[in-house]
Nanobody, 126 residues
């Protein structure tokens, strides 16, 4: 049973930084971060694909482009999300998602992932 465990959430003031981590039980070719704020739809914000021909391909939502950075340590099976210049609108539950299928892609759509973590809360105050 594949497991994804997120950590690193917390409360921070606007303009601050946080780094989220997601520990996977095994190597996953495609991983991503999603978030969901109360009353809003789930949003894919960053994804990464590390395959034979796509080593480290990343994809970002416009809402986080230039502020967030996704990275992956395959030696430890850990996914990271470095979040800088945080804004109150970044407040949400953040989820890690992953897939190890050969054809998976670094998509921001939730249907592209088979495994999901339980989430970690990020709260940004103004």
């Amino acid at each position: 049973q594949e497991q994804l465990v997120e950590s690193g959430g917390g409360s921070v003031q606007a303009g601050g930084s946080l780094r989220l981590s997601c520990a996977a039980s095994q190597t996953m070719k495609c991983m991503a971060w999603f978030r969901q704020a109360p009353g809003k739809a789930r949003e894919g914000i960053a994804a990464i694909e590390r395959g034979y021909l796509t080593n480290g391909l990343t994809n970002y939502a416009d809402s986080v482009m230039g502020r967030f950075t996704i990275s992956k340590d395959d030696t430890k099976n850990i996914l990271y999300l470095q979040m800088n210049s945080l804004k109150p609108e970044d407040t949400a539950m953040y989820y890690c998602a992953a897939d190890r299928g050969f054809w998976c892609k670094a998509t921001l759509g939730g249907a592209g992932y088979s495994y999901w973590g339980q989430g970690t809360q990020v709260t940004v105050s103004s």
